[in-house]
């Protein structure tokens, strides 16, 4: 099984150079774990040929650490995976207050491979206002 083949490859996230010199490439799993980090961390209007791209995740910057907000990032995530990462099955999403930062929240997503059905597991940090 070629995990390249079957998730796709692309450009590392962040962008590197690999030890050859050359563009860093990602595939298989980490391919996909790079995609959905960069659908949240993409605001719309970001990309010019695909305006709509994107988690806007940035409209809560000035939202305050409630519940409610974090249900709302909650909701935010899940559109955004929907729409744009076809290649997972979103198990659960959980958004908490960040314990080390009252100015954030950590967003963690759990998420089934479709080709696979293997489990994983990304989170992130979403600024707040507090």
Partial sequence: MDPGRIFGRGMSFPPRVGADGRVAWSEGEVNVRESIRIILMTEPRERIRLP????????????????????RIQDQIAVALA????????????????????????????????????????????ALAG
């Fill in 52 to 71: 709509q791209f994107g988690g806007n995740l940035h409209r809560f910057l000035f939202e305050p650490n409630t519940v409610a907000t974090r249900r």
């Fill in 83 to 126: 729409r744009w990462e076809p290649r997972v099955a979103v198990q659960s999403i959980d958004v908490e207050a960040d314990a080390a930062d009252p100015q954030a929240a950590v967003a963690t997503i759990t998420y089934r491979l479709v080709a696979t059905q293997s489990l994983e597991r990304v989170s992130l940090k979403v």
